[in-house]
Antibody, heavy 116, light 110 residues
């Protein structure tokens, strides 16, 4: 069974940093590209970033480029999102999601709240 | 990044048929097609179909997808109370090198 478990969310002040992690199991992590997708309270889904299986290809949404960094560790079966210079508008549930012909499996999400 | 356009809401009666639409362009929906996701309140999204009408295992045949040009559609037949949820389409945009999502459609079963 595919499982994606996010962690690392919490309350952070504007301008602060946070690192999200996603532990993957139930599939060969190193064979799949991965994404981070977020959802602000009461709003729709917003794609944040993509990383290929070997980390050779990385993409970011315009809204986070230069502030967020996606990475992965195929030995630890883990995906990461380093978030710097956080803004109020980054407040959202952040989902780790597998990429196979589309975004197919999603984690339960971790809430990031940016507020003073 | 520009998103995909969906109607905000659709309301149909129990056991009726609902058709949801998703409009993009030739770089996304018109290119590799769309996926459809269902999201119940407080839960993560769940994939219903990908690349127009491929259903993952375990997804009911009551959900069927199609595409015509730059518009994708999801048809839900025999609506059930558990089908009340938000539905999103998504596609890879080859011009933006980004996943794009629809604005979401809230389905209400009367």
């Amino acid at each position: 069974e595919v499982q994606l478990v996010e962690s690392g969310g919490g309350l952070v002040q504007p301008g602060g940093s946070l690192r999200l992690s996603c532990a993957a199991s139930g599939f060969t992590f190193s064979s799949y590209a991965m994404n981070w997708v977020r959802q602000a309270p009461g709003k729709g889904l917003e794609w944040v970033s993509y990383i290929s299986s070997s980390s050779s290809t990385i993409y970011y949404a315009d809204s986070v480029r230069g502030r967020f960094t996606i990475s992965r560790d195929n030995v630890k079966n883990s995906l990461y999102l380093q978030m710097n210079s956080l803004r109020a508008e980054d407040t959202a549930v952040y989902y780790c999601a597998r990429d196979y012909r589309s975004i197919d499996y999603w984690g339960q999400g971790t809430l990031v709240t940016v507020a003073s | 990044q520009a998103g995909l356009t969906q109607p905000p809401s659709v309301s149909k009666g129990l056991r009726q048929t609902a058709t949801l639409t998703c409009t993009g362009n030739s770089n996304n929906v018109g290119n590799q097609g769309a996926a459809w996701l269902q999201q119940h309140q407080g839960h993560p999204p769940k994939l219903l179909s990908y690349r127009n009408n491929n259903r993952p295992s375990g997804i009911s045949e009551r959900f069927s997808a199609s595409r015509s040009g730059n518009t994708a559609s999801l048809t839900i037949t025999g609506l059930q109370p558990e089908d009340e949820a938000d539905y999103y389409c998504s596609a890879w945009d080859s011009s933006l090198s980004a996943h794009v999502f629809g604005t979401g459609t809230k389905v209400t079963v009367l």
